[in-house]
């Protein structure tokens, strides 16, 4: 059908590899935040907010805080919103707490030009004034457009421009993977 | 969607994304910063040909809080009252740029012409006796909201349907919703097409009340009473008044809307309409939501 569906799709990490990273950004979330008590986690929809739930659970696991966890819907915010159709938006949902004076962690599943994080920043600023944020992504593949890097990286993956990140989370997607698609054109 | 003129023009699935991006955006009118950056530089002009202080307000409101410039232009003391068509306002406002044009105008069609004429997206706001969408979309976010859903939802809208672009537009959206909708009204008062409709039609309020989920009273226009539809606004009152009798018939859960301006005392008694199942209130609150979802569809991506 579409020409993406007859592309050879690369599985960059497998379902163990996801779930040992996730493990080892929640122990250093908590190294770095000593002890992440005033860590509020935001999620951008769709799988980012899937990854901040499975980061909220482990944090818990490992130390027993309970990590206040939510979402953070950045469409009203793009900067490239006049170059197609308005988008659907995502769900928005702040935890009751807000985020003043906390240290805000934004989830995202790829981290590519770095306009999805400004777009989060924005948003950010109009929900309230946290005291430092930090940014936490599954998968850095490169390519920044902005000067924007991230504190919590799952897998630096070199890549070509051309080509497409594709993560699946069993919650949304059935089962969990990281594929790389070959030189789909945009 | 470029233009928003019928309720009728909208598909299911375009009715309902409108009605989630609605709900999305509640959430920005519980904030502290009331404001979203997604129309900046855009501009939105309310053209109202007719007095309307809900509705205009309403969409101002909603453009401003999606960061869109508004121009507010009423027929009173503008170049309308000195004889300008139009077709020559149409292209003034062109002229300066309008991304969307909100329209509110007393004869039927006039947005459909006005959508021939301007580039940007049309907003019907209410056409003469025609439709009124974005309030068809409200009411029907406020059923959602208070009831969970709109499938199978039985919805008796009362009054007077002969003026009422109300009414058109919720039959036209709620058929395309799965809701079912019975009009209640006096014969005089029911259009002469009525049967075409996809709904219901009764003249016994007593008898509609019992299975409604939700009941709609529109407001009996004195302005448009001259041709003695009923003997008189006691009888009216008596008979399709919703009073504290009629609404101890309804169900528990059973909601009570009216688009407003009320005629206290007439079509609706005061004790139901500040009731807590009375949506009234937060019908108006839901006006600007759902504007502002209507705006950003229409006009925050590029048409085309």
């Known amino acids: 059908m579409t020409h993406a569906q007859n592309q050879v799709a690369r599985a960059v990490l497998e379902g163990p590899d996801i779930h040992r990273a996730l493990t080892r950004i929640a122990h250093e979330i908590l190294e770095r935040t000593r002890g992440a008590s005033d860590v509020v986690l935001l999620g951008i929809p769709t799988r980012g907010a899937t990854l901040a739930h499975r980061l909220a659970e482990r944090v818990a696991q490992f130390e027993g805080v309970k990590v206040p966890v939510g979402s953070i819907d950045i469409t009203m915010y793009r900067d490239d919103l006049r170059l197609g159709p308005a988008r659907p938006l995502g ?96 | 969607m470029k233009h928003l003129i019928s309720a009728g023009d909208l598909s299911r699935d375009e009715a309902l994304l409108i009605l989630d991006t609605a709900e999305e955006l509640a959430r920005v009118s519980e904030r502290s910063i009331k404001k ?31 960061s869109a410039d508004v121009i507010n232009f009423s027929a009173k003391g503008s170049s309308v009252s000195k004889g300008e068509s139009l077709k020559d306002t149409a292209l003034t406002l062109q002229a300066m740029g309008a991304d969307a044009v909100v329209i509110r105008h007393p004869a039927s069609g006039a947005p459909h012409r006005l959508a021939n004429w301007v580039r940007g997206s049309v907003l019907n706001a209410g056409d003469g006796t025609h439709e009124h969408p974005t309030q068809a979309l409200l009411d029907a976010f406020s059923m959602r ?160």
Not at chain 1, 156 to 178: F, H, M, Q, Y
Not at chain 2, 40 to 60: A, K, M, P
Not at chain 2, 239 to 268: Q, S, T
């Open chain 1, 91 to 186: 769900h928005t949902d702040v935890p009751a707490g807000g985020i003043d004076g906390k240290t805000v962690v934004l989830v995202d599943d790829v981290l590519f030009s770095g306009r999805t994080v400004r777009a989060a920043l924005d948003a950010l600023n109009d929900i309230g004034r946290p005291k430092t944020v930090q940014l936490a992504t599954l998968v850095d593949r490169g390519h920044r457009e902005l000067p924007i890097r991230a504190d919590y990286v799952g897998k630096n993956l070199p890549t070509a421009k051309s080509e497409k990140v594709k993560v699946l989370l069993s919650e949304i997607d059935g089962r969990d993977a990281v594929e790389l698609l070959k030189g789909a054109a945009r």
């Open chain 2, 145 to 304: 909201q208070r009831l969970g859903r709109l499938e199978g939802l039985k919805v008796a809208i009362v009054g007077d349907i002969l003026h009422s672009r109300v009414a058109r537009s919720n039959v036209l959206l709620l058929a395309t919703l799965g809701a079912e909708v019975t009009l209640v009204a006096p014969p005089t008062l029911l259009p002469v097409s009525v049967e075409r409709w996809p709904c219901q039609v009764s003249y016994d309020l007593d008898a509609v009340l019992p299975k409604a989920d939700v009941v709609m009273m529109l407001r009996v226009q004195l302005e448009r009473m001259n041709a003695a539809y009923f003997p008189s606004a006691r009888e009216y009152s008596r008979r399709y008044g919703l009073d504290r009798d009629r609404f101890a018939k309804l169900h528990d859960d059973a909601i009570v809307m009216h688009p407003g301006p009320m005629n206290r005392g007439m079509e609706i008694s005061a004790e139901v309409a500040d009731s807590p199942r009375s949506t009234i209130v937060e019908q108006v609150g839901n006006g600007v939501t759902v504007r502002m979802a209507a705006l950003y569809l229409l006009i925050g991506g590029e048409n085309q």
């Open chain 2, 36 to 66: 979203l950056p997604t129309l900046r530089g855009r501009t939105v002009v309310n053209l109202f040909f007719e007095d309307s202080t809900r509705t205009r307000i309403s969409f101002e409101a909603a453009a401003k809080r999606l």
